[in-house]
């Protein structure tokens, strides 16, 4: 039986540890214009996730505006994160820029997996000096982690990774609609149901 093909090209991956995040001696956040007070254990599991460079986010569309310095960045982040979780994801982001002044020219908006990045951003973002996140959230829905994968939808996804690279040369998001049909019409299923497994493996994989 085939291996589950991990895609590379479409999830975040574990950072080496060698890799520099410079986490601020201080945080604040607001979100919404509300000061968010952590507990201790979710400060304990920021640091974990920093020295052991579990990044969860994936970059599509940094844009530098020439006139104003300001980079805009829309980044996914899988919908299986609370909003906490994902704070954290903003934090670690921030955190892997060069230089104080690189932190405060950014601008990010986040955008749930397999949605599209024309629409309006779910969570915005900036950073002001001295370890401070200024966090606007206009909605963010929590999904829960897709069971394993069986062998048979396993393998369905395979057959997409595997119609996907012989068709195109970069590998999008969601597949297109022709391997989505092809891998239906192969086995007999429902092209919603193909695309469901599809969605249901990759945020599975993103949870381990």
Known sequence: MK???????????????????????EITIFINDSLFTPSLEWNDTL??????????Y????PHHDTNTDIIETKIKIPQILSLREVVRQVILYYALLNSEEDRHKEHIFIYPYFTSIDQKASISCSY??????YIYVDHWKTVPIPDKPIPEHKEIFNQIMETSFKGIQL???IPPDEVLNEVAKRNNMD???????YKNVILWQLSQ
Do not use: W
């Open 3 to 25: 291996k589950l093909i991990l895609l590379l090209l479409c999830i975040p991956f574990y950072l080496q540890a060698q890799l520099q995040i410079d986490l601020p001696s």
């Open 47 to 56: 640091v974990i996730e920093a020295s052991s460079g579990k990044i969860r």
């Open 58 to 61: 994936r970059i599509s569309s």
């Open 128 to 133: 002001r000096i001295a370890g401070k996140y």
């Open 171 to 173: 590998f999008a998001e």
């Open 191 to 197: 092209p919603a149901r193909v695309i469901q497994i």
